[in-house]
């Protein structure tokens, strides 16, 4: 019997994919552990293998098609001994019809997403008044609207954040209103469009500037998704510290003399990784995770560290960052950033961690605020290393120092908490070597 490859979900959170390449082709035979297709998720392309042998007979979803929903048919392999397997004729339909939605919401996001919906929404012809209870809109406005017989629900708001106010019913006749209340098909064009636009901005988007219209990758929304969460439910505070390198950049330069007949160089931001990893056992109560009616404290700390890849950030993790040596964690970032910019993450090795580090010194920013990565409590922000006046031994001098700053989840953190957790970052900073203790 025909097998069917269906769309994997390749992390955790996955819930749709872009096919972004297929390696094969129909009448192409493979076996278990062949390379099919590459598939783009929310954080990297990702390779999918054939689980079984066989010789595929029929593409479903042509390459370049995106928000394929995990478990998709994507393709059929049969086996050689399927006399029913289909023939190339019946392969070529899936692949006519599938790619038929993908130039849709590619070039009308306009037309593919919403027309479906609004159909479907006649249930709105019912509760009529419960729409309008549902519309923002001035008192001013409701008054006009119940003295008029006007439908707000039918009426497109000009106010701030879409507030319905007296100037959009000025001139509006009733009958007209609910016409356009009544008629399923063209409201998703003519009423609703300014709504749609919000949702996708760039499709109605026009300027007299000369402009591109860039598509957003599965990564940038999700990364958009994710961090418009993060800022909507988790109650960020921020705690400052300004930490004096100098003995950071003594050890280093130590270090990086005795490790140099084993080709290890040593960067700022693994002896960094070293001290949130330490800070995090040294201060518990910030080692946390916010999980609704449980707070989880992790006794092990492993810190997601922010890379800069094309097209977006990804985080991947360094575990055990608190016991590892600082060598071990220099090989590591530098196999997962290799692999964080070649999409060849597996999804294990960028989601999870107990806290992240992002670190923008090299850009020569002085001191920034990140936003938290959920479930993590804490993401410490990184500004440069830089001479500044700074008090020695009660007498005013010249030292490196750099600007860190905390962010924390209120829910799981409180201040005090996160206070320790800063004095302890500085404090193995300032005094780095209990780092290589």
Not at 82 to 95: I, L, R
Not at 309 to 315: A, E, F, Y
Not at 350 to 358: E, F, I, N, V
Not at 423 to 428: E, G, N, Y
């Amino acid at each position: 019997m025909p097998t069917q490859i269906k769309m994997p979900a390749l992390s955790p959170t996955m819930e749709e994919g872009t096919l972004a390449k297929w390696l094969v082709k129909v009448g192409d035979k493979v076996s278990s552990g062949d390379i099919m297709a590459e598939i783009e998720t929310d954080k990297a392309t990702m390779e999918f293998e054939a689980v079984d042998e066989g010789t595929v007979v029929s593409i479903s979803v042509a390459e370049g098609t995106e928000g394929v929903k995990v478990g998709t048919v994507i393709a059929t392999i049969a086996g050689e001994d399927d006399d029913d397997a289909p023939t190339p004729a019946f392969a070529a339909a899936p692949v006519v019809a599938a790619p038929a939605p993908a130039p849709v919401a590619a070039l009308a996001p306009v037309v593919a997403a919403p027309a479906p919906v609004p159909p479907a929404a006649p249930i709105v012809a019912a509760p009529a008044v419960a729409a309008a209870d549902r519309v923002v809109a001035s008192p001013l406005a409701r008054r006009i609207a119940t003295e008029k017989g006007i439908d707000l629900g039918a009426v497109q708001g000009s106010g701030p954040h879409g507030r319905i106010i007296k100037a959009d019913l000025e001139g509006a006749a009733p009958a007209a209103i609910a016409q356009a209340t009544s008629v399923a098909a063209p409201a998703p064009v003519a009423t609703p469009a300014p709504a749609v636009v919000a949702a996708a901005p760039a499709a109605p988007f026009s300027s007299d500037i000369p402009y591109e219209a860039i598509k957003l990758s599965g990564m940038r929304k999700t990364i958009a998704r994710r961090l418009t969460e993060a800022k909507a439910t988790v109650p960020h505070y921020y705690l400052t510290v300004d930490i004096r390198l100098d003995a950071l950049l003594k050890l280093r330069a130590e270090l990086n003399a005795a490790l140099a007949v084993e080709g290890v160089r040593l960067s700022v931001n693994d002896l960094l990784i070293k001290a949130l990893g330490k800070a995090l056992i040294l201060a518990p109560d910030a080692n946390v995770s916010f999980a609704g009616d449980a707070l989880i404290r992790y006794s092990r700390a492993d810190v997601a560290v922010a890379v800069s890849i094309p097209g977006g950030l990804i985080t991947p993790i360094v575990t055990g960052a608190d016991v590892k040596s600082i060598s071990a964690i220099q090989k590591d970032m530098a196999d997962l950033g290799a692999r964080a910019k070649a999409g060849k993450l597996a999804a294990h090795e960028y989601q999870g961690g107990t806290a992240s580090l992002s670190n923008l010194g090299m850009f020569g920013i002085k001191q920034f605020e990140a936003v938290i990565n959920p479930p993590q409590g804490m993401i410490m922000a990184i500004g440069a290393g830089e001479k500044r006046p700074y008090v020695i031994d009660n007498a005013l001098g010249i030292a490196t120092v750099m600007s860190a700053t905390g962010s924390f989840d209120h829910r799981a953190i409180d201040g005090a908490e996160g206070a320790q957790l800063m004095q302890a970052f500085k404090s193995l900073i300032e005094a780095p070597l209990a780092l290589v203790a």
